[in-house]
């Protein structure tokens, strides 16, 4: 009887371990992404999210272990071209930008991953990135500068430029800091949208707040002292116990009409209790 062949994950890691002036950063981790699934990385300051995101986009090197896009292995195939097949919107990116660049511009140079830039833009890019803008509902920033666009806009304006590489992985890397209640909720529904869209790259969104996921991720892991604490699907792995030992606190998470929200318990809350 033939057996069938598994299909290659879009990501995988493999007891990625990196190691920095005798510190342990991230120690064996282990991480496997499929096809369809969408992902979210939880975990407390210091526990390893930024160091693995840098290891994914290329900028750190692994002390040992392995990482592999669409079957190709890091070190082994060009990290030049590999990281154009990740897209990445950061707050760092965000505040690399020229003030007087359009929204047009920024999306057009992401095809050359490159900020501030000083090419000509063809006709045919620029129709692209309109279309691009459209996607990501932007559409009608296409001339306006960056100095006045607002953080939603702007986060959709990278998302649009990061998407303009066709990348096969796009991180999010705590997409909602700075925005007010109101203009986080549409972006959320935004990210909602765009997730469930027939084109849509692996989404890997990074936050520290359970209130941001999403109907539309699949799955989740969660980070602590540069490990994996759990990783698989929401419904198995998204729990007060998890998260709890995530973040070395008493919490208690509830879900509501497909969306979560925590309650963290004080230490004299609970020694009362009992």
């Not at 129709?127 to 559409?139: H, N, S």
Request: glycine share 8%; with cysteine; charged share 25%.
């Amino acid at each position: 009887m033939k057996v069938a062949k598994r299909a290659e994950p879009i990501l995988s890691v493999v007891n990625l371990s990196i190691e920095r002036a005798g510190t342990v950063i991230l120690h064996e981790l282990n991480w496997r992404v499929e096809r369809g699934q969408h992902w979210v990385i939880l975990g407390a300051n210091g526990s390893g999210k930024t160091s693995l995101l840098s290891s994914l986009t290329g900028y750190l090197m692994p002390t040992s272990g392995e990482i592999s896009l669409l079957g190709e292995v890091y070190g082994h195939s060009d990290w030049r071209e590999l990281r154009k097949k990740i897209g990445l919107v950061s707050s760092a990116i965000r505040q690399m930008m020229s003030e007087e660049e359009s929204a047009l511009e920024t999306v057009a140079s992401g095809k050359y991953a490159m900020i501030d830039f000083w090419g000509q833009v063809t006709r045919a890019e620029q129709a692209r990135a309109r279309r691009q803008l459209r996607e990501v509902e932007g559409e009608y920033l296409a001339e306006r500068p960056w100095r006045v666009l607002s953080q939603g806009e702007r986060q959709r304006v990278l998302i649009g430029r990061a998407l303009m590489a066709r990348p096969r992985v796009l991180i999010l890397d705590e997409p909602c800091a700075g925005l007010d209640p109101a203009a986080r909720e549409h972006f959320l529904q935004f990210i909602q949208r765009l997730g469930r869209g027939k084109r849509s790259p692996t989404l890997i969104y990074v936050t520290h707040h359970v209130e941001e996921i999403m109907p539309v991720f699949s799955h989740v892991l969660l980070l602590k002292s540069g490990g994996v604490l759990a990783a698989g699907t929401k419904k198995a792995q998204l729990n007060s116990a998890n998260l709890s030992q995530a973040f070395t606190a008493r919490i208690r998470l509830r879900l509501a009409a497909g969306r979560y929200g925590l309650t963290v318990r004080s230490p004299r809350a609970h020694a009362q209790a009992h």
